[in-house]
């Protein structure tokens, strides 16, 4: 049997928070949205994007970064299957570039349909689905700059508190305790 | 970034399936069961655990092996972690045994107390968990056969089915196919 793999976690205040301009959602609603996604998948196909679990520990606890918009929705840092440079969590200046890696990809959730839900596979009879998201995680050095949209909040939330809470996090994020639980955490005290 | 591993679904025709002399629980009540664990954990201390997830494919969909014990309660194969041979499905006779290999784990939970609920990480404050069940997919062949105890029934159960179905399934069970999710699976038609 093969073993765990390995996820470095060190504390949140090894890490440095710096602010960037506003990254306002491009749509006002969830009915804009999805009219837009309709009008990319026209042009460009299936749209494949790709989020980000970032780890950091407090307590001993593995805690995830969140970014929470307005005062309750919260998402994972990430963005469309670009050079990961554009994430929304990278700096702009060149002096602070990240020293992440990009690491295993821990669940891939699929859109059937121009709709919201999505599901952890691809439903029997549909052939054309129309998003393709995948979960990585993300392996963070000892040191990290991370730049947070003025108009965006980033959170450190324990696992315990993602854990079967679903009407709080939605199904993606809630599960992904489950999704890390093959992972060895090694909490390193700086 | 590291592609997705790889599982081969075959047919739920492609397999035998025999019976084999009952496997009674060995308690009759949740109460007795958790007063065994105590007094087996007095003895060996945290308990280890593995359960089997075994994959075929019906409709291009991937199915799981689930055993089910009187009319509603299912479960994994498994077993404690001694060799695997004597897994809950595999024959008693030499010259049918199995041709399956174990695979990647996807999940590990964890029992704090002496108390049916299990997490999917070690919650803070436990320093002494009283059991640690692991998941792994096992890699089937073209060619299995398996032993089904009298008592029990074998069903394939699709991944749709599972999904969200907390209620029927429970919390271990409910959530594999967040876990399956990274996995591609090749449906081999024979």
Redesign the interface.
């Known amino acids: 049997?093969?073993t765990?793999p390995v996820v470095n976690t060190y504390p949140l205040s090894s890490y440095t928070f710096g602010t960037k301009e506003p990254k306002m959602e491009k749509d006002t609603s969830v009915a804009d949205r999805l009219a837009r996604m309709k009008v990319n998948y026209m042009k460009e196909g299936m749209r494949t994007s790709v989020e980000a679990i970032l780890l950091v520990q407090e307590?001993?606890?593995?805690h995830i970064l969140l970014l929470q918009i307005g005062n309750t929705f919260c998402k994972l840092p990430g963005g469309r299957l670009k050079p990961w440079r554009k994430c929304k969590l990278a700096a702009n200046s060149p002096s602070l570039q990240p020293n992440w890696q990009?690491g295993?990809?821990?669940?891939?959730?699929w859109r059937p349909n121009f709709e919201t839900i999505m599901?952890?596979?691809c439903?029997?009879h549909i052939t054309k689905p129309k998003e393709c998201k995948k979960l990585?995680v993300i392996h963070l050095s000892e040191r990290e700059y991370f730049a947070v949209p003025k108009n965006l909040k980033l959170l450190a939330v324990?696992?315990?508190e993602l854990?079967?809470n679903v009407q709080r996090y939605g199904?993606v994020i809630s599960?992904i305790?489950?999704?890390?639980?093959?992972f060895q955490f090694n909490m390193i005290h700086t």
């Open positions: 049997m093969v765990s307590h001993n606890h593995p990009i295993e990809c821990v669940a891939t959730w599901y952890p596979y439903p029997p990585y324990p696992l315990f854990y079967d199904p599960t305790p489950q999704q890390l639980s093959r």
